[in-house]
């Protein structure tokens, strides 16, 4: 059997280096599963890679996308037929945007029937990350205060609503006002405008005077470098990402202030998770969502994935949700 699948072979912009290919297709082998993919959210962590943002991890030709759900559509040898059928996510194996995708049924997170396809495709790159800088890195609790820049973004609404899961205060950086109305409700309790207003002076009043306890940087370059001084003494930088494309010069501009610095990879918690803490995070997760406590992003978008092109360019215009690959 052929199957659509999406590759680079070098690094450049999407539009110049993506190409549509098939492939055939193997029989799932011993303990793995062959699923048929329905959806997949378009992050930012998916994008990156093509233009050649982590060479040292990214083993060319390669396959973007990493999340989605699907159906399985066959089963390996030790699999149980009953696994025929059911939507899982189908992690830690091969990247999504393919039509048919292969990973280890441990790994293969079954989705409950009372979660819709729109949010299950988006319930690992930016939940599991924040879920677990909060309650895992950060053990965020009462009486914290937590900045994330990006504020608008599908991970910062996320830090939103953990703030409220979890108890701390969340204060939200944006560039435009567009999203400061979500957010409040959401459950931050400031958010700073920095087109609008200092950013030091505005978290200098907001934790009057003593900083805040912790940052989290999704953007990289200087808006990751002014973090440092918006932190009490002691206080911790979550580095998670590179919007800008820049990385910040993390050892100057920490020289002299008692600010640590922490890089947060998905990748390397998964590779370091126990089976038993795997299932737990996701355990967990699924619980809040079903329970209306965690809401996904709305679907701005949705494209199929023949039309990979015209779905990047969507996602990168500022498409208000998230952009779907069906």
Not at 113 to 120: F, G, T, Y
Not at 277 to 285: K, N
């Amino acid at each position: 059997m052929k199957a659509k699948v999406i590759r680079y072979y070098r690094f450049g912009e999407p539009s110049e280096v993506l190409e549509m290919k098939e492939k055939e297709v193997l029989p799932p082998g011993p303990g793995e599963l062959a699923v048929r993919m329905r959806a997949r959210p378009i992050n930012p962590s998916d994008i990156l890679p093509i233009r050649g943002a982590y060479p040292h991890r990214t083993r060319l030709p390669a396959v973007p996308g990493f999340e989605g759900i699907g159906v399985v559509e066959a089963v390996g040898p030790g699999v149980s037929n009953q696994m025929l059928g059911r939507r899982v996510l189908p992690l830690r194996g091969e990247n999504t945007w393919q039509e048919i995708v292969k990973t280890s049924e441990r790994f293969a997170v079954v989705v409950p029937e009372d979660i819709d396809d729109h949010s299950a495709s988006q319930i690992y790159i930016n939940p599991v990350t924040a879920w677990l800088i909060c309650t895992e890195v950060l053990n965020l609790t009462h009486g914290h205060t937590l900045i994330v820049n990006a504020g608008g973004s599908a991970i910062g609404r996320i830090f939103a609503q953990l703030s409220q899961i979890c108890g701390f205060q969340l204060i939200a950086i944006t560039r435009n006002d567009c999203h400061t109305v979500d957010l409040l409700r959401l459950g931050a309790v400031s958010v700073v405008n920095t087109t609008k207003e200092p950013l030091l002076e505005r978290i200098a009043a907001l934790t009057e005077g003593r900083g805040a306890d912790a940052a989290v940087d999704c953007i990289g370059g200087t808006n990751g470098e002014q973090l440092v001084n918006c932190l009490k003494p002691g206080g911790t930088i979550i580095s998670v990402g590179l919007l800008s494309g820049i990385t910040p010069l993390w050892h100057e501009v920490t020289q002299g202030a008692q600010i640590n610095v922490r890089l947060f990879w998905l990748k390397r918690w998964v590779e370091r998770s126990s089976q038993e803490r795997w299932e737990q995070v996701f355990h967990e997760l699924m619980n809040l969502i079903r329970s209306g406590r965690l809401v996904m992003a709305n679907i701005g978008a949705a494209f199929e994935l023949v039309n990979v092109q015209q779905a990047i360019a969507a996602a990168e215009s500022g498409v208000e949700g998230k952009v779907l690959l069906l």
